[in-house]
């Protein structure tokens, strides 16, 4: 099993940036492909980025409902910390949402395919 807890949110302006960390508990985080996932009131969850199990491949949902996050957004991951990163640029009010980290063992964008989940951490970006 994996356990994850994510960490980094807050509130920021528009324009400014966070971090967001997902730290992994056990020793098999590097055999999973990790997703980060956003949920905004009243919406549903939906994709934003996932890497693979070794960090050398990425995949950015080029447009989540018309709000882009490809070329503002990146993720990473350090298997030795067992963690993840979604490096978060440019934000914008729309980016608004709760942000969770998610474990798979495929490289797959529906939430459904995940399974494990961290709690969410909350990103709130002001105009």
């Known amino acids: 099993q994996v356990q994850l807890v994510e960490s980094g949110g807050g509130l920021v302006q528009a324009g400014g940036s966070l971090r967001l960390s997902c730290a992994a508990s056990g020793r098999t985080f590097s055999r999973y492909v990790v997703g980060w996932f956003r949920q905004a009131p009243g919406k549903e969850r939906e994709f934003v980025a996932r890497i693979s199990s070794s960090g050398g491949s990425t995949y950015y949902a080029d447009s989540v409902k018309g709000r882009s996050v490809k070329g503002r957004f990146t993720i990473s991951r350090d298997n030795a910390k067992n963690t993840a990163y979604l490096q978060m640029n440019s934000l914008k009010p729309e980016d608004t949402a709760v942000y969770y980290c998610?474990?798979?063992?495929?490289?797959?964008?529906?939430?459904?395919?995940?399974?494990?989940w961290g709690q969410g951490t909350q990103v709130t970006v002001s105009s």
């Open positions: 998610a474990a798979s063992t495929r490289p797959v964008v529906a939430p459904e395919g995940y399974d494990y």
